[in-house]
């Protein structure tokens, strides 16, 4: 039967919300608080979802500690600690939490061969969270 | 479609081991997990049944009975438990999350008094759990 494994990781890093295609009065509008420009930060939670049969040798879908050290290896340095506006990745886009979204499913989906990803799932606050499965609909599983 | 989710807790020891893979191997697969001792976590259960809201009852399932079958069909088997060593189909199934989560689905599905069983979702700690949706 086919299982959904779901790990979650926790960093801290700040971004600050601007555009450079709109005007410093519609920055203000659009993005209010988030458009101050020293920036802010948050504690982002972040869930990898991976899916697919136990493997009957080790009972897994992927090898947990694999997993940590992908995620130790290419999430943690670049994004814990970081400045998001800084990072390539947004140097064409406003580093939302929507965007980054985005940008972590294809680090993991792209760059991690240990089972199929399904889908990221971050937490900015306690109050919002943001899910992308490679812009396919969450299916109302 | 209603989605109705109840909560369970239980708590239970394992270790992971596979008789066909030598102790380095065991060791390199399992790392921590292959202490022969054990270790134990507090398992989070959570079981998703959907359904049509009865018009006279105003349920999906009378949570009471859920809760009832939870208790019988896994909470009362798996609590204080060692999986290796206790839970029979472990005896030869290493008791990851991952089978764990579809060996609770195997325990309850069929047994809701006729409500469709939609998701069970098992957490292991509050940073790793698995969903299971049965077979599709």
């Known amino acids: ?141 | 479609m209603v989605y109705l989710t109840r909560k369970a807790e239980f708590s239970a020891s394992h270790y992971y081991h596979n008789p066909k893979l030598s102790p380095e191997e065991n060791q390199r697969v399992f790392g921590k997990c292959n202490n022969p001792h054990g270790h134990g976590h507090n398992y989070t259960l959570e079981v998703t049944v959907a359904g049509d809201v009865d018009a006279r009852s105003g349920f999906v399932m009378d949570l009471k009975q859920l809760k009832d079958i939870m208790n019988r069909e896994v909470i009362d088997v798996l609590d204080h438990r060692h999986l290796n060593k206790e839970i029979a189909e472990f005896r030869d199934k290493i008791p990851t999350t991952e089978n764990l989560a579809i060996s609770i689905w195997n325990r309850l599905a069929g047994k809701l008094n006729g409500t469709r069983l939609h998701r069970v979702r098992l957490y292991e700690t509050d940073d790793l759990f698995v969903d299971v949706y049965g077979e599709k």
């Open chain 1, 1 to 141: 039967m086919k299982a959904h494994l779901t790990r979650r990781y926790k960093f801290s890093a700040s971004h600050r919300l601007h555009s450079p295609a709109l005007s410093d009065e519609q920055n203000r509008a659009t993005y209010g608080k988030c458009n101050n420009p020293y920036g802010h930060g948050h504690n982002y939670k972040v869930e990898v979802t991976v899916s697919g049969e136990p493997d009957p040798e080790t009972g897994m879908i992927c090898n947990l500690a694999d997993l940590d050290s992908f995620a130790e290896r290419e999430l943690m340095p670049r994004f814990a600690f970081s400045n998001l506006n800084k990072l390539d990745s947004f140097r064409n886009q406003v580093p939302t939490t929507e965007n980054l979204s985005r940008e972590l499913f294809h680090l993991f989906r792209d760059h991690c061969r240990l089972a199929k990803v399904e889908k990221i799932r971050i937490e900015e606050t306690m109050m919002n969270s943001f899910e992308y499965a490679g812009g396919r609909e969450l299916r109302a599983e």
